[in-house]
């Protein structure tokens, strides 16, 4: 459902570590809410439970879990992490989103 690519694996296990979490056995949050440019933002949190409406999948190491508000909106996106000159942080490659904001943190279908 979504997929983890080995940049943002790295990334996601540093904060986490962080954070207090462990990655095997804790969970990445992806959520989709209203707000940003474009309509619709990315909402990106760490989490140790899973709840009613949520569902889970793993993709390289990482156990992410979204709700059943934002599952559509997420299938098929990519979980990717960009370092370079233009910015750091994580990215969100989304096949679904029409439309995108110049910092690609907002979308709309």
């Known amino acids: 459902m979504i997929k983890v690519s080995g940049q943002a694996k790295s ?12 990655v095997s056995d804790d969970y990445v949050r992806v959520g989709v809410k209203s707000g940003g440019c474009s309509g619709l933002s990315y909402d990106l949190n760490f989490d140790n439970s899973i709840n ?3 569902k889970v999948y793993e993709d390289n190491g990482i ?4 709700d059943n508000k934002s599952f559509l909106y997420l299938i098929g996106t990519t979980l990717e992490f960009s ?9 969100f490659n989304n096949p679904n989103a029409n439309r995108t904001c ?8």
């Open 11 to 22: 990334e996601v296990t540093k904060l986490m570590e962080a954070d207090g979490f462990s």
């Open 52 to 54: 009613a409406d949520d």
């Open 63 to 66: 156990k992410i879990i979204v």
């Open 83 to 91: 370092g370079g000159l233009n910015g750091k942080g994580f990215v």
């Open 102 to 109: 110049g910092c690609g943190e907002s979308f709309s279908l």
